[in-house]
Structure formats: C-alpha cells, structure tokens
C-alpha cells in the first residue's frame, strides 16, 4: 500500500499548527503521537496533511471491526433518523433486542447496559458487594473484592486505588477501601488472599495495558474451581481481551471457563458510540432494584442499535476466525524478530505486547519511528508496545505493517 506523501520525520505544517493549537487548551491526560487524524475507512486513516497510516491500535480494540464498518455505519444512520435517547425512565424499541442478543452471545441471562469501561467496571463492582451482603450474607460494609497487580480498569477513583500503577493512582487519594492485589497468575496467593469477607475476584483474562500479559494456562481453570468453591463472584474484565480480539468470542473460551460476570466495553460499540455491559446471570445481577443504580446514557437507543449490528456480526464466527488465523501470522513475524530488536514478546489472535531492546530507545521512540513509516502504535510502561489491529485487517497490510517495524528496529 502506497503512502500519498514522502515521510520525513518532519510534521507537515497543518499537523504542527493543530498539534500546537489542542496543546494551547486541552488538560494533559495523555501524550498523544504527533498525528492529526482526519479520515479512515478499514485499518488505514489519513491524517490533515493527507498521510496515510496503518491502525495497529484499533482504539486500543474498539475499532475490533475497522474504522466505519458499512454496517455498523447502516444501523448507526438508521437508528439516527428514528430515536437517540429516552433515558431508562422509559423503554425503547431496542432495548430488549440488545440485552437478548448480547446475554445469549455470552450464554448468560442478564444485561446491564452502561456507557463506558470505568463504569461498566463500577457497576460489577457494586454488583459484587450487593451480590455479597444479599446473598452470601457477608456482613454490611464489610464486602471485599480481590485484584491483581498489574490490573488496569479504568481511571475512576475507586479503580485507581487498587491500581499498583504510580502514574494512574497517585496524587488521587484518598482511595476506596475494601480491595486486596495480589500477584497476578499466581493461584496459590489468591487462595490465600480468600476470606469469608471476600465476594469477587476481579480480574482481566489478559491484561492489556501491562504489554498483553497472558496468564499460565492453568490459571483461569483455577480462579474458576477457588471462587466456585469459596462462594465468591469470579468477574472477568473482558473490555479490552472480549468481542474478538483474541480469536475467541472471549478471552476466557480459550481456558474453557465462564465467569460469573463478563466486564465488556470498547468494541461493543463499534466504534461509532461509546457502549459497555455487565452481563451475568439472574441469580447475580438480579440482585439489583430500582433506584439503586442507573446511567442516563446507558443502553440508549443509538448504543443498544450499534451494539445489536455488533452482537450480530460476531455470531457468525468470521471475525473471531480471521483473528485466530492472523495471529499466528503475527506470532511468527514476532518470533522471527526476537533478538533483532526484539527481547520477548506475547500474543493471542491480533493482539500483541512486544518489549523492545532497551538500547534501541523507548517504546515511546520506536512507536514515533513506526509512525515516520507509516504505522500508528502504542507504547506502554517503558519498552513495550502494543499491537492491535481492527479483526479486518487483510495479511497483506498486516505484513506491511509488520514490515515497518522491522524497519523500525533496525
């Protein structure tokens, strides 16, 4: 795939003028790559200066399906012209398709529609500790929830105080008590870590913000068979691992194990509007009554429209396949460039945490030096990058873009 300008490492002036312009009036959450994005059809997007560049980011798996997939655009226009919002004081015409549709995909009975990850993660918790004083019988106030270090879910100030990540929990206390952290992958301090005040386990069955550290494979089966045997929820933060990712509908379908609550955001959405869940069964989340927790956006009309296209479009498996079988396109590419700028890397389906020889300079570094090539990627905690392509990619462009990041570490 051609680019249309010559890369030079220097941002264009319409670049530079927008990058300095949103600097001028925008709070400094994040450090965003030097690019202006201004158009994308599939994996590629263009940027101000007419730029093109391959998404090996995928919004970090909300773009599972590309960027303005023409079907999730079709329900988005349609529901547009018909009904946006009503809040949950009123009941729309597809609200009981999309809860149906998304409890049946994740063989559960229950949804309960949110906005955002952070506060699909919020919910479960909540649900967690109502779960455990209505129906464990663990003491009022006295709810305890275990996590695991390296955990990241979200950036609410709850979530950060039982982050073990300096930069996202500190200068934000005082934290919410009634969290314990354990190492993640390790089953014998999380059974250790069980008391009868404990009602959840909360844990990603990848974590993707850590550099998509997956757990060893006996891992899940065990969290599964302690919380089963303790009486404790086992709820799986799917947001970022779930909906394809992977090569499975689930990051937990690859251990075989089904958690009593699935945490799902970002590519629920499609890209198009911001949609999460909490899914489960009846006898957890039936724990919930009116008044007791609510969102005004929360399975909205134009959510619950695109969420629908989604649920229907991974029913059919072809994405879930296609992921699986690029994955091991990626895997390989990987293995061959380990000790060639690469020191080790993880992956399963289009999803890949790659730790870069330190004398090659940061994640941040290669991440600017693949974005010079063409490639837009993400570093995180020091030499690591992340890749994520949207599940439509082709293996072409995969390669090109696993081409460029060869170039990237030379």
């Known amino acids: 795939m051609s680019l249309t300008t010559e890369r030079t490492g220097v941002a264009p002036r319409r670049t530079a003028e927008e990058v300095a312009r949103a ?67 009123f009941v729309h015409d597809r609200f009981a398709d999309f809860c ?45 929830i275990i996590v695991a270090a390296g955990n990241f879910h979200g ?20 934290f919410t008590p009634g969290f314990d952290i354990v190492p993640y992958g390790d089953l014998a301090a999380l059974e250790a870590a069980i008391t009868p005040s404990t009602v959840g386990v909360l844990i990603e069955p990848i974590q993707g913000e850590s550099g998509v550290v997956i757990p060893p494979d006996d891992y899940l089966p065990g969290v599964r068979a302690l919380c089963t045997r303790e009486q404790v929820l086992f709820v799986a933060d799917e947001i970022q691992a779930g909906l394809g990712r992977t090569g499975r509908t689930f990051a937990c379908d690859h251990a075989d194990v089904v958690p009593d609550l699935y945490v799902l955001g970002k590519a629920l959405g499609g890209g198009v509007v911001p949609v999460s869940a909490v899914v489960g069964d009846r006898d957890v989340l039936g724990v919930l009554h009116p008044g007791q927790h609510g969102s005004t956006f929360g399975g ?91 599940l439509v990619i082709s293996a072409d462009d995969l390669g090109w873009g696993l081409d460029r990041l060869e170039e990237a570490l030379r």
């Not at 965003?32 to 007419?50: F, Q």
């Not at 730029?51 to 988005?76: E, I, M």
């Not at 549709?101 to 909540?126: F, R, S, Y």
Request: with cysteine; glycine share 12%; proline share 5%.
């Open 23 to 89: 600097e001028a009036r925008t709070a400094h959450n994040y450090h965003p790559l030097p690019v202006v994005l201004s158009e994308a059809e599939g994996a590629w997007l263009t940027d101000v200066d007419g730029r093109r560049f391959l998404d090996f980011l995928a919004g970090y798996s909300a773009l599972n399906f590309g960027h303005g997939h023409p079907r999730l655009l079709a329900a988005a226009h349609a529901q547009l012209d018909r009904l946006t919002l009503t809040s949950r004081a």
């Open 100 to 144: 149906a549709a998304l409890g049946d995909l994740a063989g559960k009975d229950m949804v309960l529609p949110m906005n955002t990850g952070a506060e699909a993660v919020e919910t479960a918790i909540k649900v967690s500790r109502k779960w455990g004083y209505d129906v464990k019988g663990v003491p009022d106030g006295t709810a305890r």
């Open 155 to 174: 950036r609410t100030t709850t979530i950060v105080g039982f982050s073990d990540d300096p930069d996202a929990r500190g200068g934000f206390g005082p």
């Open 300 to 390: 909205n009309p134009l959510a619950c429209a695109v969420g629908l296209k989604v649920v229907e479009m991974l029913r059919t498996g072809e994405f879930q396949a296609h992921a699986a079988a690029l994955g091991v396109v990626l895997h390989d590419r990987l293995a061959a460039m380990v000790g060639h700028g690469v020191v080790s890397f993880r992956s399963r389906g289009l999803w890949a945490g790659v730790d870069i020889d330190p004398t090659l300079g940061s994640g941040r570094d290669v991440c600017e030096r693949l974005m010079a090539r063409g490639v837009l990627a993400k570093d995180t905690h020091g030499s690591t990058i992340r890749l994520a392509p949207p």
